[in-house]
């Protein structure tokens, strides 16, 4: 544990400032600089450099900064621990996520695990495909849902969703009256495509070669809500999986017309833990939730823990 002294030394690292410190403790900033003058002096050491506008560790200061950060991480787990000896699922989960499940699938049934388990804090990592199995494989998160995985991965899958890309259009788009549409019947419309940091472009780019069909890309985008609101409010196509805009398709905002070339355009989620990684109680209650909801929406499931 920590003394209030080392918190509140803590508090100004973390802020930069120790105005700021002071604000975000709702204490007067004359009490935290007498806390780390106290702190200094016990240490014997200078903690702080306050020649500059901006408060800056000295390298004493970051060595005690990085003994707070551990020591607090230790109490966590700590704490975690003796509330699961208790059976009660608490502390803080880690939870990394391609854009396309965020909005509905995770956000969703993130509610529903909090209503059972507001006791527990979930931290959201909204990630690139390639950054979240990085993240997980670093353990900075305690769970991720990824997208199309590589055959030879190291994580441990629990479930998996498969759902084929989709052309999304609005309810005026004359393809929105169709059962489905061609590769080759998108040449002849102008696109809105999420850009190259999405693993859903480079699937897109490798029909179109293997196609020899030319897309017309009208707008490319780093997110896949931009992509989805140019469609809703013009006659671009785009192209996801349902799922990614499962929201916008329920209310009617959107078409998802399948592609004809299916087995081309095929996509797996999935959720996955790295297998060395000891998960919290609170952490195996949401992957047990997320391997259920993922069944719901059509997925498969392995074993959970």
Do not use: W
């Not at 109490?75 to 000896?85: F, G, N, V």
């Not at 507001?118 to 849902?145: H, T, W």
């Not at 994580?155 to 998996?160: D, G, P, S, T």
Request: net charge positive.
């Amino acid at each position: 544990m920590l003394s209030i002294s080392m918190l509140y030394f803590r508090e100004v690292a973390r802020a930069g400032s120790l105005r700021r410190a002071a604000e975000g403790l709702g204490i007067a900033p004359s009490a935290v600089s007498r806390q780390i003058a106290n702190l200094e002096t016990e240490l014997k050491v200078l903690l702080l450099d306050r020649r500059s506008n901006r408060t800056t560790l000295t390298p004493a200061g970051e060595l005690v900064f990085a003994h707070a950060e551990a020591v607090l991480e230790e109490s966590e787990t700590l704490r975690t621990a003796l509330q699961e000896l208790m059976g009660t699922p608490s502390g803080v989960v880690r939870i990394g996520s391609i854009e396309g499940m965020v909005e509905h699938f995770l956000a969703s049934n993130l509610a529903r695990y909090q209503e059972r388990y507001p006791q527990v804090k979930v931290q959201v990592l909204v990630l690139g495909s390639r950054a979240v199995v990085e993240a997980q494989q670093a353990g900075r998160i305690d769970m991720a849902l990824a997208f199309n995985l590589p055959e030879q991965h190291v994580l441990r899958e629990h479930a998996r969703l498969e759902q084929p890309l989709c052309a999304l259009v609005s309810p005026t788009h004359p393809f929105a009256k169709k059962r489905s549409v061609s590769f080759h019947e998108l040449s002849g419309e102008r696109l809105a495509l999420p850009d190259r940091s999405f693993q859903i472009r480079h699937l897109v780019d490798r029909i179109a070669s293997r196609l020899q069909v030319h897309l017309e890309l009208a707008i490319e985008t780093n997110t896949l809500e931009m992509a989805r609101g140019v469609v809703r409010n013009s006659n671009l196509v785009t192209l996801m999986p349902r799922y990614a805009a499962l929201h916008e398709v329920s209310n009617g905002n959107l078409r998802a017309v399948p592609l004809k070339e299916r087995d081309f355009a095929q996509t797996a989620t999935s959720l996955v833990t790295f297998p060395t990684q000891r998960l919290s109680l609170a952490a195996r209650a949401l992957l047990e939730l997320l391997v259920s909801a993922m069944g719901r929406y059509g997925g498969k499931s392995s074993e959970v823990f």
